[in-house]
Every structure is written in C-alpha cells, then in structure tokens.
C-alpha cells in the first residue's frame, strides 16, 4: 500500500487559513488522495478527496501537485471546531480499505 | 438520518474474558468495516464485510477475534480470552458500497475497551 508522510502536529489561529501537508511519493495511477479528520472522542470522518484536479467543498480544498507526489489540505479560515486529527490516506479504485498513519494534529489557538 | 451507533461505548473487562462490541451501521449501507485504533496510532484496519459474508479479515490479529453480520446489518465483534494488549477503542465504520470510483466511509463513535 501506498505510504504518506504528514507533519505530526501544526498550530493556527483562529481565523486564518491552515495549509496541511501531505507527501506521497509513491503514489500510483489509480490511488485516490482522501482526507478525514478525527474531532476528540470521535470516529474519523470525511473532508474531501481528489484524483489529479484540485477540489473544493464546503469543508475545504485540496490542492493536488502536478506529479501527485504531494498534496495539500487547505482550510479557509480555521475555527477552534477544527482542532483534530487530520490523516491523509491513499486509496486505490479498485479496494475498500484505508490505511491510516499518525496524521498530523492541528491545533487552533483563539 | 441516524449515523452508525456502536455499543457499548465503554466496556471494561478482567484479562481472560469474552467480550462483545456492537455495531449499527447506516440503513442501507452493504459495505462494514471494523477498525482498531491505540492511543497515539490511526485507525487500523480489522475486517470488511459486504453484506452478510466477510469479504476480508486480513486485519484480524489473531483467532481470538470474530466478527459476524448475519442478516446484513448489525454487526458483532467478538475476543475471546481478552488480553490487556486488546485495550482500545474500536471503531466501526459502513459505506453504501465497498468499492468504487469513491466510496465515504462513515464511522461511528468507537467502543472503548480497557482490558485489566
């Protein structure tokens, strides 16, 4: 399986925008980047998700790099209600499962 | 609509007992899924059912883990002989379909499980 390396922690302010990193550099043709986050005490649940193009929706955007060897989860304007896990997960078309890393915690100071 | 409900959400056990975690999936959903998550760790992959036949139980540590979905919905994780390495929260999570172009996954809220 595909493998990605995030940042173990980031901090924000309340209000400003949060670029979360995630690299991939074995990622293959038909992986799938999805993105969920984990609020405390909670099961993950879905952000958004992307092939080649970037993706916006009402939780945020992914940015995807040209090679897909990266991409970027973009939160417009972090509210202290974003504080959570964010993993960054490849998946292949063709399975069902995900394979969760650390991910990265996002801390957002008011 | 109801999202996926898992019960107990905690459940504390001796070392050496049988213990039982539930899972509601969303109605209609074919596709289930049990992960495993330590503290510190993501989510780690258990088994995945479509519908009432379990379709991978790669993620399964050992035979002291079953999981069974009879009638194609609810689900039951079972451990047999617990061990206080089984201590976790266990999540469930079920999708209208397992594969796919996409396919969100929806979990529920886990069922912590501490072993003594």
């Known amino acids: 399986d595909a493998k990605t390396t995030q940042p173990n922690s980031m901090e924000s302010n309340e209000e400003e925008p949060v670029h979360l990193p995630c690299n991939h550099s074995t990622i293959s043709g038909t992986d799938y980047i999805h993105w969920y986050r984990q609020l405390p005490s909670q099961g993950p649940e879905y952000v958004i998700h992307?092939?080649?193009s970037n993706v916006n929706n009402r939780m945020a955007s992914l940015a995807i790099a040209e090679d897909r060897k990266s991409s970027t989860l973009i939160l417009h304007r972090a509210t202290l209600r974003d504080a959570a896990v964010y993993y960054c997960i490849l998946r292949d078309v063709g399975t069902y499962k995900y394979i969760f890393g650390t991910g990265t915690r996002l801390k957002v100071l008011a | 609509g109801a999202g996926v409900s898992q019960t107990p959400s905690n459940k504390v056990t001796e070392k050496g007992k049988y213990v039982e975690l539930r899972c509601d999936p969303i109605?209609?959903?074919?596709?289930l899924y049990w992960y495993r998550q330590s503290l510190g760790q993501g989510p780690e992959f258990l088994i995945y059912?479509?519908?009432?036949?379990?379709?991978?139980d790669s993620g399964l540590p050992n035979d002291r883990f079953f999981a069974v979905r009879p009638e194609g919905s609810v689900s039951t994780l079972k451990i047999q002989r617990t061990e206080r390495g089984d201590s976790a929260v266990y999540l469930c999570?079920?999708?209208?379909?397992?594969?796919?172009?996409?396919?969100?996954?929806?979990f529920g809220p886990g069922t912590r499980l501490t072993v003594l």
């Open positions: 059912f479509q519908g009432t036949g379990a379709a991978d």
């Open positions: 992307g092939l080649t």
């Open positions: 999570a079920s999708s209208p379909r397992g594969r796919g172009r996409f396919n969100e996954q929806f």
């Open positions: 109605s209609g959903h074919t596709a």
